[in-house]
C-alpha cells in the first residue's frame, strides 16, 4: 500500500472530501437527501425564507440545479413554497419542522461519527481560509463548475464530430 503520509496536500484533501461525502450519503439516504438538497435545508436553517435564485447563489449551484433539489425537497416534506407577502410575484422557499428535524439529525450525526479525533474548530478555520485563498485567485466555485462542464460539453462535441 503507498504511504499515505506522502501524498501531496490536494490529494489529502480529495481522498478526505471523498470519504467524507461517501459516508454522509449513507447517511442521507435513510432522510431521502441529497448533499445539495442538505446544503439547501441548511442555509434555509441559517437565514430564513428565501426566493430560489437568492438560494442557488449562496448554495453555489446552478438555478437548475436548486429547481431539481428543491423539487425533491418538497416531495418528501422538508421545505414549502409560498409567494411572498410583501412581492407577489416572487416565491419564498422556507424549511419545514421535518426539513429542520432532518437537519438536526444529520448535523448532530455528523459530529458523532466523523470528527472524533479532530480538532473541528482548527480544520474548520483552515479551510474556510483555504476557500476564500483559491476563490480569490480561480472564481466563485459556481463559475469554475460552469467553465468545467463548457469544457467537457466542448470535448465530448469534438469527439462526437
Known sequence: MENV???????????SA???EAQTNRRLIDHNLTRAGMAALEVLDRHGAMTQARLAKTVRVQAQTIGRTLN?????????????PRDRRAILVGLTDKGRAALTDM??????????????DDLRKNLLELIAELEASTGPTAELADASLHRLEAEVNTEAS
Open 72 to 84: 425533491r425537497l418538497e416531495n418528501h416534506g422538508y421545505v414549502v413554497r409560498a409567494r411572498s
Open 18 to 20: 471523498r470519504l467524507l
Open 5 to 15: 503520509k506522502a501524498w501531496p496536500l490536494g490529494r489529502l484533501l480529495s481522498t
Open 107 to 120: 448535523e448532530s450525526g455528523d459530529q458523532d461519527i466523523t470528527f472524533q479525533s479532530v480538532d473541528v
